[in-house]
């Protein structure tokens, strides 16, 4: 199979803007031009999307968003995050939680849950409710040959996403070998799922698959939201760039894990996408083909595959309310990490585990 191409522009997407100019001169005059317009945007009390937006040829954004996301690693302020909105995390008890995500998902067992022993991560949604992970370390004698990030229910109402990363929980308890490096955080996006009527986006109304900080989100996502999607509220891509809890969690994760191969799982496109460098990619994943559907502003496609030059494989299944059946479940699983083993290695420093203590 061909290899991916560096960069896909979605189906939909605007020819890309040309080069308006090149030299130290040019970019000198258009950081000055990028601080004096964030200046007056402020005293005129706009916000950071508005005062960055009226500069839409600024070039030093790349270096903005990179100094965005390495903020967010390290705690300091975000521009346009107002964290006085987001809660301290709830002391629910793994009990708790387990129940609540049960009683939303029945193809989820609360007992079953609590067994997987999920781990704190630090981080909780908008609300206080935590984001949980689970581990699964490589042999003690040997290094892995991949780490791998699998990231469920970022998108709140797609159930099949969360459920099926629960699924694959109960297989990696009972066959991990410790060839590979997981770490598995099955909801995402808890404030989306657990509301009376689940959403997409979180509890700010924020599409995370659209808050990533990619190159170009100052200077398309707006755009891209109001002209390809019509203000449709479910796609809205935030007031700035990791502007949400949850998203920032996602970009935390990848800086301190340095995963060698991302999954996020979706619903119901009922197919299976893949971005990053130029690869072999998954032909297919049980009865999910290969289609290559291009990436968007602030989506993790974009960020992690493109900017990161990270290999992303997201898995969209067909339903969003229902699981494929079980053998259909366990194909998917042994298609995924045959395609694993068999292209991806890990050539980089040894990592930590997490110290984190599971919930009560």
Same mark, same amino acid.
């Given at each position: ?5 560096? $960069?896909r522009q ?5 020819p890309? +803007?040309p080069a308006?100019? =090149? ?5 000198a005059?258009?950081?000055?031009r ?8 402020? *005293? *005129? ?20 968003l @990179?100094?965005?996301a390495? %903020?967010?690693?390290?705690? #300091?302020?975000?521009?346009?995050? %107002?964290?006085?909105t ?12 387990c129940a609540?995500? /049960?009683?939303?998902?029945r193809?989820? %067992?609360?007992l079953?849950?609590?067994k997987?022993?999920?781990?704190r991560?630090g981080?909780?949604?908008v609300? /206080?409710?935590?984001i *949980?992970l689970?581990? !699964? ?11 791998i ?5 970022i998108? /709140?109402? @797609?159930?099949s996403s969360?459920?099926i990363?629960?699924?694959?929980l109960?297989?990696l ?6 060839l590979?490096?997981? +770490? ?7 404030d ?5 009527r689940?959403?997409?986006t #979180? ?10 900080? =990619?190159?170009d989100? $100052?200077?398309e996502?707006?755009?891209?939201w ?5 203000? %449709?509220?479910? +796609?809205?891509?935030?007031p700035?760039?990791?502007? @949400?809890p949850?998203?920032? &969690? ?24 893949f971005?990053?460098?130029?690869? =072999? ?6 009865? *999910? ?5 291009g990436? !968007?502003?602030?989506?993790l496609?974009? !960020? ?11 898995i969209?299944l ?8 079980t ?9 995924m990490v045959? &395609? ?10 040894k990592?930590t585990y ?7």
């Amino acid at each position: 199979m061909p290899a991916t191409p560096p $960069h896909r522009q979605p189906i939909d997407a605007q020819p890309a +803007r040309p080069a308006t100019g =090149t030299g130290w001169p040019m970019v000198a005059i258009r950081r000055i031009r990028c601080i004096l317009t964030l200046g007056v945007g402020v *005293l *005129l009390g706009l916000s950071p999307w508005t005062a960055w937006s009226a500069d839409p040829s600024n070039l030093s954004a790349h270096e903005a968003l @990179e100094a965005i996301a390495q %903020d967010a690693v390290k705690g #300091n302020h975000i521009p346009g995050v %107002d964290k006085k909105t987001e809660k301290s995390p709830p002391q629910l008890s793994m009990p708790e939680m387990c129940a609540k995500i /049960g009683a939303k998902l029945r193809s989820v %067992d609360p007992l079953t849950c609590q067994k997987f022993n999920l781990q704190r991560t630090g981080a909780a949604s908008v609300n /206080g409710l935590p984001i *949980l992970l689970k581990e !699964y370390p490589p042999h003690p004698d040997r290094p892995p040959q991949a780490r791998i990030l699998l990231l469920g229910g970022i998108h /709140g109402d @797609e159930y099949s996403s969360i459920s099926i990363v629960f699924k694959w929980l109960e297989i990696l308890e009972a066959h991990h070998s410790g060839l590979f490096h997981w +770490r598995v955080a099955p909801l995402v996006n808890p404030d989306g799922l657990l509301r009376d009527r689940s959403q997409r986006t #979180n509890i700010h109304g924020v599409d995370l698959n659209r808050n990533f900080p =990619t190159t170009d989100w $100052h200077r398309e996502s707006r755009e891209y939201w109001v002209n390809k999607t019509h203000s %449709d509220p479910r +796609r809205f891509p935030g007031p700035a760039p990791l502007s @949400e809890p949850e998203s920032r &969690w996602v970009a935390e994760e990848i800086e301190r894990f340095r995963p060698n191969v991302v999954i996020s799982v979706h619903a119901p496109f009922g197919l299976l996408d893949f971005d990053g460098p130029p690869t =072999t990619p998954p032909e297919r994943l049980g009865a *999910l083909y290969l289609t290559l559907l291009g990436t !968007y502003p602030g989506s993790l496609g974009r !960020y992690a595959g493109i900017q990161k030059k990270l290999p992303i494989i997201t898995i969209e299944l067909p339903l969003s309310g229902a699981l494929p059946n079980t053998t259909e479940i366990a194909t998917m699983w042994s298609d995924m990490v045959r &395609w694993i083993r068999g292209n991806v290695r890990d050539r980089g420093p040894k990592r930590t585990y997490l110290t984190e203590r599971p919930l009560p």
